[in-house]
């Protein structure tokens, strides 16, 4: 066992590992912006796109060499996947006992995130991505539903839900405590153009926080209400805000957030601080 975690301890600080972590970003960027022009086209009267890192892989696959590119993207979010996972498994190992734990099982979520988005890319690449068109939130209705069949299901969807909104609200809380800063070399943080990293950081995260939130609260709706459809992902959380007063303002400006996180992920990228 102590060999095992010596051998993880040394992939983790090994110089790939930066490298991997740094392509992945670029790659997690990349999705992001994509997504941050979707949703623009949705708030301004393009109603089929579909808001998703499956429509958003289909985007990218419809332009020249697109298949190539979502490959690429594929290859970036592994690498992502991979990092996170040798931090779930040996990393943070500077922190002691409950916060050690909570950061590792920290990583291993992301981890997943990133999986389910190299699956989507895998999928589009492979032609069984289903489009980018349409296709809102059935998935998650239906993986919903299952959940509520189940003993005590209906409790089980409200607490995903209330997670999802902890974590929307982590990532707010996040934002303006600057806490990402961390992320960040001391020379990705001064100057003029730190300046305007943290400024991407902040705007990016609240977004993310924002939409993240929404995404919560319709599985805390669906559970109260004990209907799946009412569940949803980010598809359907964004036509939610479209459907607000001032709808495609408000989704203008989440989309916005949203590409700002996706460039602070490449000045991640560039000055990586693990």
Excluded at 15 to 26: L, S
Excluded at 171 to 195: C, M, P, V
Aim: glycine share 16%; aromatic share 10%.
């Amino acid at each position: 066992m102590s060999s095992a975690t010596d051998f993880g301890k040394a992939a983790e600080d090994h110089r790939w590992v930066d490298h991997a972590a740094r392509a992945g970003m670029i790659a997690y960027g990349v999705v992001n912006l994509l997504i941050a022009w979707l949703a623009l086209q949705l708030a301004f009267g393009d109603r089929e796109g579909s808001t998703t890192s499956t429509g958003a892989m289909s985007q990218l696959a419809q332009q020249p060499f697109g298949k190539v590119l979502v490959w690429l993207v594929a290859v970036g979010m592994l690498l992502l996947v991979g990092w996170r996972a040798l931090e779930a498994a040996f990393g943070h190992d500077s922190e002691d006992g409950a916060k050690r734990t909570g950061k590792r099982v920290f990583s291993a979520g992301k981890a997943l995130i990133y999986l389910a988005i190299a699956i989507s890319a895998i999928r589009v690449a492979t032609g069984n991505g289903g489009g980018g068109k349409g296709g809102g939130g059935g998935g998650t209705d239906s993986t919903t539903k299952k959940l509520m069949d189940l003993p005590g299901g209906q409790t089980l969807v409200f607490l995903i839900g209330a997670g999802i909104i902890g974590y929307g609200v982590f990532q707010i809380y996040h934002a303006w405590s600057e806490g990402f800063r961390k992320n960040l070399t001391s020379e990705g943080k001064s100057g003029d153009s730190g300046s305007a990293y943290v400024a991407f950081g902040k705007a990016g995260y609240t977004a993310k926080g924002i939409a993240v939130g929404i995404v919560g609260s319709l599985f805390v709706y669906a559970s109260v209400t004990h209907s799946a459809k009412k569940s949803g992902g980010l598809d359907i959380a964004l036509q939610k805000v479209l459907q607000q007063p001032f709808g495609p303002f408000l989704l203008g400006a989440l989309a916005l957030g949203i590409g700002a996180y996706g460039l602070f992920c490449f000045a991640r990228a560039r000055h990586l601080s693990r």
